[in-house]
């Protein structure tokens, strides 16, 4: 099967990109013992993709969640959470091939924006991407994300593929008028990627390759 007639590549970050399942799930770990939760009663995988207002104001409430978030955010930073990741194997390998056969490539992702970007430049992939979107206090959704991403930047959204590995990632792109490619290595479960209904699904970051070139 191949993919044809796209021109914008948008990539999902955590769980498409990078497993930054450690160090999420660190940082996680302390805000949750800061109030008295315990982590290990919770499928922290729910938690990578949707925005962090609404993972804490389901993990601790709504009253505390301005608190969790602040808190997540320094946790991160001091702890240098974005270098408790790695990249998945073969994906800069696809990066560059795309790159080369001029498409554009951008993130769109949930993370908290600077996060994404210290993590790209940790991982020396910045280059790869014209443009980075993350959660900031106007968007968190990956539907508020990709509608700024694509309205901004004047992108035929007909033109624009969105590649992740969440039902947060298919439907995002869905509502915004964008076909989607769901990558079941990450943290999303198949069944529910599947129900979705993307354009494709894939295994392995080669197969993202092999569909577009």
């Avoid at 969640?65 to 808190?71: S, V």
């Avoid at 007909?158 to 943290?187: N, P, Q, R, S």
């Amino acid at each position: 099967m191949k993919l044809k007639g796209y021109k914008y590549i948008i990539f999902d970050f955590d769980g498409t990109v990078n497993n930054t399942s450690p160090g999420i799930y660190a940082t996680f770990g302390a805000v949750l013992a800061h109030f008295g939760v315990d982590a290990s009663t919770v499928d922290l995988s729910r938690h990578i993709g949707p925005p962090l207002s609404d993972s804490y104001t389901r993990l601790v409430g709504s009253e505390r969640c301005d608190e969790a978030i602040e808190l997540h955010k320094k946790i991160f930073a001091d702890t240098h959470a974005a270098e408790n990741s790695f990249l998945y194997d073969g994906i800069v390998p696809v990066l560059d091939a795309l790159k080369r056969q001029s498409y554009v490539l951008a993130i769109a992702s949930s993370k908290y924006e600077p996060h994404a970007v210290e993590s790209l430049k940790y991982h020396h992939i910045d280059g790869y991407f014209d443009k980075v979107y993350g959660q900031t206090d106007k968007r968190g959704f990956k539907k508020d994300v990709l509608e700024q991403l694509v309205s901004e930047n004047g992108w035929d959204r007909k033109l624009c593929l969105m590649i992740g590995d969440t039902l947060h990632d298919i439907e995002g792109a869905h509502d915004c008028g964008i076909d989607a490619v769901a990558v079941t290595y990450g943290f999303g479960k198949e069944d529910e990627l599947r129900k979705a209904r993307p354009v494709a699904m894939v295994s392995s970051p080669r197969e993202i390759a092999e569909l577009l070139i």
